[in-house]
């Protein structure tokens, strides 16, 4: 199983050495703004790296909204950077599942959503696997609770599209961890990455506010059990630089080990 941590973007491979990480996610650009990614000048190095690349797209991103303004940069900003990202090697570019504003029909969301893709598809398609990831709070969300999550695949059809499941978002959110992959699996019927993350807040609280793995809200059991069901490669997104986050990791590692089923 390959854990690994969101880290500073201006040196990754220096920062997974540090955490002893198989794997980190960063950003290419400023996550709250809209500037198109630049290439790399370390492109030949992250390429060749053994350590696992995934590159988290920005925040303003969201494809759902019937905002012009909004949808239509978003769309053009998540191409830009799954090109930017295939560049360096990466094995997939999450985006978060994005929302309508209120008043607004969540249909015509998850259309938008298809209209992405399809958006894509004309352009030779998105370069690298595009992972949608279930979010923590809001009453219009596309990929909160599960409810609208299966509306969202129904709508996306027979696009290729990889989901990455957030522990303190599920938890945030509304969804109980036990037992979520296989309800999430029902819906996707895959899931890529896990964003192996405690809750400063409560269950349903809707607050997206990220903690260690000893701290916060969730039982760190419940974490370990997410990731050995989902079977899929893990990335704290959690607090403390270094320490805190090579702590998280080498929990993880240690419980992973110690409960696997033999053979
Ligand atoms: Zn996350």
Known sequence: MRIGA???????LSEATARAADAVQ????DPQGWKAPKPREDADRLRAAEVDLYVHAPYVINVATLNNRIRIPSRKLLLGHATAAAEIGAKGLIVHGGHVNAGDDLAVGFDNWRKTFAYAADAGGFALP??????????NA?????????RLWDALGDYEVGFCLDTCHAHAGGEELLDLVDRVKAI?????????????DTFGSGRDRHD???????????VVAVIRAAGAPAIVETPGGVDGQGADITF????LAVGSPTA
């Not at 960063?26 to 650009?29: A, G, K, Q, Y």
């Not at 596309?142 to 299966?150: G, K, N, S, T």
């Open 212 to 222: 260690n793995l000893d701290g916060g809200t969730i039982d760190p059991e419940l």
């Open 130 to 139: 595009v992972l949608i990831e279930n979010t923590a709070g809001g009453d």
């Open 142 to 150: 596309c990929a909160r609770r599960l409810d609208a999550l299966a």
């Open 6 to 12: 969101h880290v500073d973007s201006a040196d990754p």
């Open 188 to 200: 996707t019927g895959r899931i890529d990455l896990v964003h192996a993350n405690n809750s400063k």
């Open 252 to 255: 993880l590692r240690d419980r």
């Open 26 to 29: 960063f950003f290419l650009s």
